[in-house]
Nanobody, 119 residues
Framework: EVQLVESGGGLVQAGGSLRLSCAASGFTFDDYAIGWFRQAPGKEREGVSCITSSDGRTYYADSVKGRFTISSDNAKNTMLLQMNSLKPEDTAVYYC????????????WGQGTQVTVSS
């Protein structure tokens, strides 16, 4: 069974940091790109960052460049999103997803983890 499980969300003050984890099982991690998305209330889901597990290429939305860092531990089938200098506008449910490439349709999705940044 394919599973993606996010963890690490929570409540943090503006300027603080959180690290999200995405643990994957049931598929070969190395063959996929893993992306982070977020959706705030009343807004459309947006892509935040993506990493291709095979070669480690990374992509970031302009809104998080310089503040967020994505990384993967292929041996543990885990992908991390380090979020620094958090802003209230980063508040959203964060999802990880696996697909055949960054920007390509994503086949598998996690259940999401809430990130709330207070001002």
């Amino acid at each position: 069974e394919v599973q993606l499980v996010e963890s690490g969300g929570g409540l943090v003050q503006a300027g603080g940091s959180l690290r999200l984890s995405c643990a994957a099982s049931g598929f070969t991690f190395d063959d996929y790109a893993i992306g982070w998305f977020r959706q705030a209330p009343g807004k459309e889901r947006e892509g935040v960052s993506c990493i291709t597990s095979s070669d480690g290429r990374t992509y970031y939305a302009d809104s998080v460049k310089g503040r967020f860092t994505i990384s993967s531990d292929n041996a543990k089938n885990t992908m991390l999103l380090q979020m620094n200098s958090l802003k209230p506008e980063d508040t959203a449910v964060y999802y990880c997803a696996a697909g055949l490439g960054c920007g390509v349709a994503y086949n598998y999705w996690g259940q999401g983890t809430q990130v709330t940044v207070s001002s």
